[in-house]
């Protein structure tokens, strides 16, 4: 982006954070979103409550194949301590009720005395299942002594930026994030958003703004695909199966969850098989952590892979350009071949 376009957003975020920490408060007042359980409160368990919380929304025509899958996440919560808040009601079109819920969460944990405040947020789309209530999210969390400049976990499949699951730290820098985010459409009224808030938080985590305290990590950790198992065509992969074909992003047995992107006509045929499996609590899918290949994985990606980061976005910057180069000479070549068709009648 230009410097003209650099300082409107200055601009834009300096407006809207006031405007939306003057809102939030004010909704807060009026009403808190509720807990996976019901409640504001912690959920019921033994076990501390931890400085991680989850998000997620699911509001609209009755679906209970993702209230199902919103269920799931209740053993999950019990064994760690996560409390988990759910948006009920659609504020924003679109999906853009997505960054504000975030925001609105952050500039209420921000608000609190720090000792009080969570740590971090996970946000979890509705169309993901989680298949593994036994591992802990701290374990995917960036290591404090030379990462602490880390604020944001995400991961990419072919398309990009996936926010289908991510993490962000309690922290103003995400503040600015999901504020950038959500006023991209309305000051930059002629870029092309093909996934509405995914893209626009995708354009921002590759600039310089914001990209050092990024880190995209393996898709397959935390936001993993189906992929190929049984004899499927790749869209509706069989969890009762081995998989038929490799793919780097594809869920293994053990794996944290399975998140069902894209195909929105075929997604409840694709998920269902998956949601049932769940709920079966089979043991070759909930395996115990030390019988994951997690902590090998994570370990080896933070002293190995994590230092690259720069290049891998680098190159990440390069390939869009050049998508974006191929997209105008396309949109060129077309217009010029509209205009001669016309010059010639």
Not at 287 to 295: F, K, M
Request: include cysteine; charged fraction near 25%; aromatic fraction near 10%.
């Amino acid at each position: 982006m230009g410097g003209k376009a650099s300082l409107k957003i200055v601009s834009l975020v300096t407006i809207a954070i006031c405007t939306i920490t003057i809102i939030a408060d004010f909704i807060s007042m009026l009403h808190r979103p509720k807990s996976l359980n019901g409640a504001t409160g912690s959920v019921t368990t033994k076990v501390p409550r931890s400085s991680i919380a989850k998000l997620s929304m699911l509001y609209g025509e009755p679906n209970p194949l993702y209230e199902r899958a919103l269920a799931a996440h209740l053993p999950h919560n019990k064994n760690f301590g996560y409390n988990m808040y759910v948006l009920r009601e659609k504020t924003l079109p679109g999906y853009w009720s997505k960054p504000a819920f975030i925001l609105d969460q952050l500039l209420a944990e921000l608000a609190l005395p720090a000792e009080e405040r969570l740590k971090w947020l996970v946000w979890f789309d509705g169309d993901t299942v989680l298949m593994n209530p036994k591992i802990p999210l701290e374990i995917f969390l960036p290591p404090e002594d030379k990462w602490g400049h880390i604020h944001a976990l995400v991961t990419n499949d072919h398309r990009g930026l996936n926010n289908g699951v991510f993490f962000l730290r309690v922290h103003e820098w995400s503040v600015w994030l999901m504020t950038a985010t959500l006023g991209l459409e309305i000051y930059e009224p002629g870029i092309e958003l093909e996934f509405g808030d995914q893209s626009a938080m995708g354009i921002w985590v590759l600039d310089e703004r914001f990209r050092p305290n990024i880190t995209h990590v393996p898709q397959r950790w935390f936001n993993a695909y189906a992929g190929n198992r049984g004899e499927t065509n790749g869209l509706f992969a069989d969890p009762f199966a081995p998989q038929s074909k490799f793919h780097a992003n594809s869920i293994k047995e053990g794996d944290l969850l399975v998140h069902h992107a894209g195909h929105k006509s075929l997604r409840a045929q694709r998920m269902a098989p998956w949601m049932d499996v769940a709920e079966m609590h089979l043991p070759q899918w909930e395996l115990e952590l030390e019988e994951t290949t997690y902590q090998q994985e994570i370990t080896e990606f933070w002293q190995t892979e994590a230092p690259e980061e720069r290049k891998r976005v680098d190159k990440m910057i390069a390939q869009e350009e050049k998508k974006k180069a191929a997209k105008e000479r396309a949109a060129k070549e077309k217009e010029e071949q509209k205009k001669g068709a016309a010059e010639g009648k």
